[in-house]
C-alpha cells in the first residue's frame, strides 16, 4: 500500500576525527544501517538523501558518480557488512576476491598481491593458506575477520562497520572487538560502528549515538553516556541489560514499541514510552540541547525547562545552548534520508 515518503534518517549531524571511533546504537528500525548506508552513498531506490551532505576528506561525496565512489572505495573508505556469508562472493575464493579488489585500484603485480592478501589475513589472526578457501568453508568468525582484512588491503582513513559481530557467539564477539580496536591503534584509521548491543562498544567506542526512530537521542563520550545517561531512552537500553556486579536486579525494558515513521507524533517521538514524559512533550519537538559535552534530544534539558526548574529551587538559572551537533568532518551524514517504503531500515 502506498504511504508516501518516510523520512528514515532526520536531522542527524555529527564530525569524525582521524583514529576515533564512534558506537551507534538504538533498536531495530531507529536508521542506524541507513545512515551508515548513506555515509557510504550505498543507498539504493526508492531510498535517497534528500538533504544535507556527507564531506569525506574535504570532498563532498553526495552526487559522486559510480567511477568516482569505485576510486575512494576500499582505498579511503572500506565497508565491513553485517553478514559475510552474503558479502562475501560464495562462488571465489577469499584470495581471489581480494585480487579483484586490489586490481580495481591498479594494483596488477601478482607477487605485491599474494603479499598483500597474506599479510592482512595475518593481521587479523588467520593462517595465509585460507586465501584458497572459500567462504562456506569458513567459520562465522573467519568469514568476519576476512571482511575486515579485506578493508584493510589499503589501510583506509576511515572502516564503516555495520554490526560486524551479529552472527558471533559472545566469546567470538570479544575476540574480534580486540581485533579491531588493535588494528585501529595500529593503523590510525576511524572507526564508525552499529551495533544493537550497548555493552559491545562500551569499552572501544570513543564517543557513543544513541539513535531514536531516525534521531539522535543523545550522543556523547562513551562514558559518560553509560555513567550518567541523560535521555530517558538512553537509560532504558542500559537497565535493558544485566550487570554483572553488584545485586540481582529485575530487567525492566521499554514498553512499547517505535513510532511509525510515516506518522511520527507531533511531539518528541519517545513521548509514548517515556516513563518522564511532560504534557509539553506531547506537542513540542525537542531539539538537541548541549549539556557540557553532550547532545541530547530532551525537552528535560531544554533551557525554558531547567530555568522552570531552577526558579521553583530558587536558583539562578545556568546558561546553557541548543541546536544540531557540528557539520560532518571526515564522516558523517547530515539532514534526511528519505525513502519511499511504509517504513524505515535499520
Known amino acids: 500500500m502506498e ?45 535517497e538523501i534528500t538533504d544535507g551532505s556527507v564531506t569525506f576528506q574535504g570532498r563532498s561525496m553526495v552526487g559522486l558518480t559510480d567511477a568516482q ?115 585501529q591503534q595500529r593503523l590510525g584509521f576511524a572507526v564508525i560502528f552499529v551495533t544493537h548491543d550497548m555493552s559491545l562498544v562500551s569499552h572501544f567506542s570513543d564517543r557513543l549515538m544513541v539513535m531514536y526512530a531516525g534521531q539522535v537521542a543523545e550522543f556523547g563520550p562513551t562514558r559518560q553516556v553509560f555513567d550518567a545517561p541523560l535521555h530517558p531512552y538512553s537509560a532504558g537500553l542500559l537497565e535493558a541489560f544485566p550487570s554483572i556486579r553488584g545485586p540481582r536486579l529485575p530487567l525492566t525494558g521499554i514498553p512499547g514499541a517505535p513510532p511509525d515513521l510515516a506518522r511520527p507524533p507531533p511531539g518528541c517521538r519517545f513521548a509514548p514510552r517515556c516513563p518522564k514524559v511532560m504534557d509539553e512533550c506531547r506537542a513540542t519537538p525537542p531539539a538537541l540541547y548541549e549539556v557540557g559535552p553532550v547532545q541530547v534530544r530532551c525537552l528535560l534539558h531544554s533551557q525554558d525547562h531547567g530555568q522552570d526548574q531552577n526558579l521553583r529551587n530558587g536558583t539562578p538559572p545556568p546558561g546553557s545552548a541548543t541546536g544540531s551537533v557540528s557539520s560532518v568532518a571526515t564522516g558523517g551524514a547530515a539532514g534526511s534520508v528519505a525513502t519511499e517504503e511504509g517504513g524505515s531500515d535499520e
Open 3 to 47: 504511504r508516501g515518503t518516510v523520512r528514515a534518517v532526520e536531522d542527524v549531524s555529527f564530525d569524525l576525527d582521524p583514529g576515533e571511533f564512534i558506537g551507534v546504537v538504538g533498536e531495530s528500525g531507529c536508521g542506524k544501517s541507513t545512515l551508515l548506508f548513506a555515509i557510504a552513498q550505498l543507498l539504493v531506490p526508492p531510498a
Open 69 to 183: 565512489l569505485a576510486a575512494v572505495r576500499w582505498k579511503d573508505l572500506s565497508v565491513v557488512m553485517q553478514s559475510a556469508m552474503n558479502a562475501l562472493n560464495p562462488v571465489k575464493s577469499i584470495g581471489s576476491q581480494f585480487k579483484d579488489a586490489m586490481r580495481a585500484h591498479g594494483v596488477t603485480s601478482k607477487a605485491e598481491i599474494a603479499e598483500r592478501s597474506a599479510e592482512v589475513l595475518r593481521m587479523v589472526g588467520i593462517d595465509p593458506v585460507h586465501l584458497k578457501s572459500y567462504p562456506h568453508q569458513l567459520s562465522g568468525g573467519m568469514r568476519q575477520r576476512s571482511m575486515i582484512a579485506m578493508a584493510m588491503l589499503f589501510t583506509p582513513d576511515l572502516v564503516i562497520m555495520d554490526e560486524p559481530t551479529s552472527a558471533l557467539d559472545v566469546v567470538a564477539q570479544r575476540s574480534l572487538m580486540v581485533q579491531i580496536k588493535d588494528l
